[in-house]
Nanobody, 122 residues
Framework: QVPLVESGGGLVQPGGSLRLSCAPS????????IAWFRQAPGKEREGVAT????????YYADSVKGRFTISRDNDNNTVYLQMNSLKPQDSAVYFC???????????????RGQGTQVTVSS
């Protein structure tokens, strides 16, 4: 059973927005640091954003700072990634993961979802 399920991906024009959602299967997100990663064909996996469980501190890759926002809704047990001002180079499979290490943006993690495709194209 996949521990995390992502949704919200799709096709969007450059400059557009998408909101990704990450929901757990069988556990409470609030006790874990949650990260969003992305991987495009032929490129290395990149940690995009992380939110810590104990105080909600957030971390962002330089490539998305000012455009992406990670947040968590503990009542609905969901983590979101709001992506604005999207660029073609943001196109990738995005997946959420628990407890990234050794740094807040990984590159490793404890468990992950299957991912959702984001395509930015005109």
């Amino acid at each position: 059973q996949v521990p995390l399920v992502e949704s919200g991906g799709g096709l969007v024009q450059p400059g557009g927005s998408l909101r990704l959602s990450c929901a757990p299967s069988g556990f409470t997100l609030g006790y874990h640091a949650i990260a969003w990663f992305r991987q495009a064909p032929g490129k290395e996996r990149e940690g995009v954003a992380t939110i810590m469980f104990y105080d909600g501190t957030t971390y962002y890759a330089d490539s998305v700072k000012g455009r992406f926002t990670i947040s968590r809704d503990n009542d609905n047990n969901t983590v979101y990634l709001q992506m604005n001002s999207l660029k073609p180079q943001d196109s990738a499979v995005y997946f959420c993961a628990t407890n990234p290490f050794p740094e807040p943006l990984g590159p490793r993690f404890s468990s992950r979802g299957q991912g959702t495709q984001v395509t930015v194209s005109s």
